[in-house]
């Protein structure tokens, strides 16, 4: 089993109350490929400059994560994005973004890439994530989006969403593609154009899945300590995916439960910390330890009655 992501692999400046880093490994096809790897092979597919040396593709080959589908664009420089976040961590400001040899971008998969089990198709231009679709023979395929995508590409990415079996996006974002205020009317649309599966991420509140058997809500795994939380989407996303491979890719509705409740154990570690840092020193028996926890404090059943 393996899962192909393609996606943006990136350096980032990160500004928090809590700290800041000049230069951290980061971007969507990164974080998720760190996250993906504790459960199955991943193959990350994205473009790179020279500045992309050893150090970084050790820190993925650590993992385990196969790199050859990694594109080096000589003489180019690698995406760079540049953000302060504020005390509501939630709120982040962009302060330089450039897209480098991401500007450019054409996803070239090898036959590997092209057969893997699950596809997830992170946060590009829509007409790519379709093309890359066309190309794969997935037996499950997820994409995200975002607002800059909706309001300047809203048909190609509904016809994108057509050919997908899950929708993982961010709960204002599913508001907006819509026109639906109310999320389960805006997941029921989604579902509408065509996947399976809607998951809404909602930050520090958890995410919430929708799908023909019905509803379910995971809070967030409760922290004392968020540093930042660049990359805890992607992380939660490839820990779900990780996680949805390793079982095979059913979506059935126990398993994605399970899938979701890891992905949120995941982006719980990612935000303890800078960019990948914490993922750097994590271990298998930490999440699973966090799992088992994660379980006991979200189950109604586990408290004793007392009447």
Not at 111 to 133: G, M, Y
Not at 158 to 179: C, K, P, S, Y
Request: proline residues 4%; contains cysteine; charged residues 25%.
């Amino acid at each position: 089993m393996s899962v192909t992501v393609v996606g943006s692999i990136a350096f980032d400046a990160i500004n928090t109350p809590f700290g800041e880093r000049e230069r951290a490994l980061g971007g969507s096809a990164v974080h998720f490929s760190l996250a993906a790897s504790f459960f199955t092979e991943v193959r990350p597919v994205g473009p790179v400059g020279d500045d992309f040396g050893p150090d970084e593709y050790a820190v993925l080959e650590r993992h385990g994560v196969v790199t050859s589908d990694i594109e080096h664009v000589e003489g180019g420089q690698t995406f760079f994005w540049s953000g302060k976040y504020e005390w509501d961590l939630n709120t982040a400001h962009t302060l330089d973004t450039q897209l480098n040899v991401f500007g450019d971008f054409e996803p070239k998969l090898s036959d590997a890439s092209r057969d893997s089990d699950l596809l997830f198709l992170a946060n590009i231009q829509p007409d790519l994530q379709r093309d890359v679709r066309a190309q794969c023979a997935a037996q499950l395929a997820a994409l995200d989006s975002m607002n800059f995508w909706i309001e300047s590409a809203r048909d190609s990415l509904i016809q994108t969403i057509a050919g997908v079996d899950m929708v993982l996006m961010n709960d204002a974002e599913l508001r907006m593609l819509t026109e639906e205020p109310n999320l389960v009317k805006a997941a029921t649309a989604v579902r509408a154009m065509g996947p399976r599966v809607v998951i809404a991420k909602q930050g520090e509140y958890g995410a919430a899945l929708f799908t023909e058997d019905g509803f379910f809500a995971l809070p967030a795994y409760p922290l004392e300590t968020v540093r930042d939380p660049t990359g805890a989407g992607d992380s939660f996303a490839g820990g779900l995916m990780g996680y949805l491979d390793s079982q095979g890719g059913g979506l059935d509705d126990a398993t994605l439960r399970r899938a979701m409740t890891y992905g949120s154990t995941l982006a719980s570690f990612w935000v303890e910390e800078f960019g990948c840092e914490r993922a750097e020193r994590l271990t298998r028996e930490e999440i699973d330890e966090r799992y088992e926890h994660f379980k006991r404090i979200t189950a109604i059943d586990s408290v004793p009655t007392t009447g």
